[in-house]
């Protein structure tokens, strides 16, 4: 392998005819700058220079690479440069996805923050919902996920993963304005088991059906939709009633229901998620604080 400061040190004998003038060109001793010099022969696998006297000359495989050596060492700086700007969060760019309900309140504090902090920050934005949106980060088409899942969860999922806890959301219940029930404060979810249900995205509705069987029956689900704002239009005209997080009705204006507490009490975790080597780039660590302080 060709290595840069073997190049360096090739172009500063070229440029100055010997060794020693080269060595005090690149402020280093004499057989230093020679022993360098063979190493780069050793690694071109063909003489790079004839000794003639004092002087230095370049054979055509030197000419040959100390044409290339320019081009190289500045790509190099290049590269070192834009590397450091990208250390210190001068530039960088990071792959966020979120699930619905996290892009539209936890999302746009953070990255409000994050611009303000490293305008030279770049971060752009899909949405998936878990488990797509994990498998996304682990096929490597993003490098933060905004995921969750719900209470008794398998532990064991994200474990090869850099996880960021961001808040407990608890899920409530939506029902008419009209309705028997919208005049209670919490409301056991069995009250509600003759109800016509709108379930929301499909992690949601596995757990709405968990959670009611083990409450003694089979919610109904007439409607089901990934879109909170119809889930709440629906309820809102008496179709039905649901259970939404409370993360989700902050991200709409909720017109024609009553929100109630439900019993049992069922929370999800919020997170945000990383890759191991991930966490290290600065401008990824600093996507994660700051959506860690978005909450607050």
């Known amino acids: 392998m060709i290595e840069a400061r073997h190049l360096r040190v090739l172009r500063a004998v070229a440029a100055t005819g010997s060794f020693s003038a080269a060595a005090r060109e690149l402020g280093c001793t004499q057989p230093a700058v020679s022993q360098q010099m063979k190493a780069l022969e050793a690694s071109a696998g063909t003489p790079l220079l004839i000794r003639t006297g004092r002087e230095m000359r370049l054979t055509q495989a030197g000419e040959v690479l100390v044409r290339h050596a320019a081009g190289i060492l500045a790509g190099l700086t290049a590269a070192e440069e834009e590397i450091a700007a990208i250390a210190g969060l001068r530039a960088g760019r990071v792959r966020l996805v979120s699930f619905p309900s996290g892009s539209s309140t936890l999302v746009p504090t953070a990255l409000a923050a994050l611009r303000a902090a490293h305008p030279g920050t770049r971060v752009s934005l899909v949405e998936a919902e878990p488990p797509r949106s994990v498998d996304m980060l682990r096929e490597g088409d993003c490098d933060v996920t905004l995921a969750f899942r719900y209470d008794g969860a398998n532990g064991a999922e994200w474990d090869d993963l850099v996880v960021r806890p961001l808040l407990t959301d608890r899920l409530v219940g939506l029902v008419p ?120």
Request: net charge negative; glycine share 8%; with cysteine.
């Open 177 to 296: 304005q009209g309705h028997r029930l919208a005049a209670e404060e919490r409301v056991a979810i069995g009250d509600l088991a003759e109800e016509s249900w709108i379930a929301g995205c499909p992690r949601c509705r596995r757990q709405l059906v968990e959670v009611c069987e083990n409450e003694g029956f089979t919610p109904r689900i007439d409607f089901a939709t990934d879109d909170y704002p119809a889930v709440v239009g629906l309820v809102g005209a008496g179709l039905g009633v649901a259970v939404l997080p409370e993360l989700a009705i902050e991200s709409v204006r909720p017109k024609g229901v009553r929100t109630v507490v439900v019993e049992p009490a069922v929370e999800r975790e919020i997170v945000a998620l990383t890759l191991p080597d991930l966490a290290q780039v600065p401008a990824v660590a600093a996507t994660l604080d700051h959506l860690a302080r978005a909450r607050g």
